[in-house]
């Protein structure tokens, strides 16, 4: 009896052994929690195929948007942690809307850092005709014009109203927001001049800002923006220590085993490395993450680290969604 038992042990072992070394035996889900066709999707389809080639299953993605995202994450964070549903959003959706919504999970306990992902900054730009001509004066124009200049937002909590408050907290320039669906109804008004300026994502206008049916006065970024090397970044510009980046991420439900988390954390990187996979996120004006964030500890980190920021400017501001 006791042989049988022990052989029993061992076949036991050995199959979870070798169900843990196959990993994946079967498609992953990437769930997307904004609408299709948008950076973010267009950034995890050009990352799928490598990615499908390095795992040896297809990648599946799925947008489940809704409630600024929240239902999409919800769904993740939910999932069975087995490495084969994951959520891939952004700093909007995911830090901020920690913040700004009452959630259905808890973002530092219900999921966990696979791989840091490419970002973009964001950058403040004005109608053709605002009169100031650099940030320095927009400040000063700001100032003087206390809540009478409009600043477009997407929604009432998303990352330009976060943004704005930043620049008006760290300035003392406070400007009226007006809440959009969308980004690119905002960036109309902009154009058409029914509203003064946003803070907008920088991949978002950079067309407009190139045919010259806007302006450009900084980007909220320590380095200067690869895709308009010729915008200051805020600490040029005159707003030191205005920084707001709006990075993405994946991530895993709690409890996901580790084997999964590494594949899929060398299959992101991997994808990354891709010298095609590069010029297409190139394209799309975002920035590689640094070397030194790609592992899932270290996003880890660095997800505290802006979890901790930003939570502490969103209680201030008392900014909360409809």
């Known amino acids: 009896m006791r042989r049988v038992c022990l052989a029993a042990v061992a076949i036991f072992a050995a199959v979870?052994?070798?169900?843990?070394q196959s990993w994946p035996s079967k498609p992953i889900t990437?769930?997307?929690?904004?609408?299709?066709?948008?950076?973010?999707?267009?950034?995890?389809?050009?990352?799928?195929?490598?990615?499908?080639?390095?795992?040896?299953?297809p990648i599946l993605v799925e947008n489940v948007g809704g409630a600024g995202g929240t239902t999409g994450i919800n769904r993740v964070a939910r999932s069975a942690p087995d490495g084969y549903t994951i959520s891939v959003g952004t700093w909007g959706t995911h830090v901020v809307n920690a913040f700004a919504y009452t959630t259905p999970y808890d973002l530092a306990k219900d999921l966990q850092p696979v791989a840091l992902l490419p970002s973009v900054p964001h950058w403040f730009i004005a109608r053709k005709n605002l009169p100031p001509t650099n940030l320095k004066e927009l400040i000063a124009y700001l100032k003087a014009n206390d809540g009478k200049v409009t600043s477009g937002s997407v929604g009432p909590a998303g990352s330009s109203a976060i943004c704005a408050y930043y620049f008006g907290k760290i300035t003392g320039a406070k400007t009226t927001l007006v809440p959009y669906r969308?980004?690119?109804?905002?960036?109309?008004?902009?154009?058409?001049?029914?509203?003064d300026m946003m803070c907008d994502l920088a991949a978002n206008s950079l067309s407009q800002v190139r045919a010259g049916t806007i302006?450009?006065?900084?980007v909220t970024a320590t380095k200067r923006w690869f895709a308009a090397p010729d915008v200051p970044t805020v600490d040029e510009a005159g707003a030191p220590g205005?920084?707001?980046?709006?990075?993405?991420?994946?991530?895993?439900?709690?409890?996901?085993?580790?084997?999964?988390?590494?594949?899929?954390?060398?299959?992101?990187?991997?994808?990354?490395?891709?010298?095609?996979?590069?010029?297409?996120?190139?394209?799309?004006?975002?920035?590689?993450?640094?070397?030194?964030?790609?592992?899932?500890?270290?996003?880890?980190?660095?997800?505290?680290?802006?979890?901790d920021k930003w939570g502490a400017v969103i209680r201030e501001s008392g900014i909360k969604a409809q």
Do not use: S
């Open 16 to 20: 979870t052994v070798a169900q843990a």
């Open 30 to 57: 990437v769930v997307i929690p904004l609408p299709a066709g948008g950076a973010v999707d267009t950034m995890v389809r050009t990352l799928a195929e490598p990615m499908r080639a390095a795992l040896g299953q």
């Open 182 to 195: 969308g980004g690119a109804p905002a960036l109309q008004d902009i154009v058409a001049g029914n509203i």
């Open 215 to 218: 302006k450009a006065y900084a």
């Open 242 to 307: 205005v920084e707001v980046t709006n990075w993405l991420g994946a991530y895993a439900p709690t409890g996901t085993p580790k084997e999964a988390i590494a594949k899929l954390n060398a299959a992101f990187n991997g994808a990354m490395a891709d010298p095609e996979v590069q010029k297409r996120i190139a394209d799309q004006g975002m920035n590689l993450p640094p070397p030194e964030l790609r592992t899932p500890e270290a996003f880890g980190g660095y997800l505290k680290q802006q979890m």
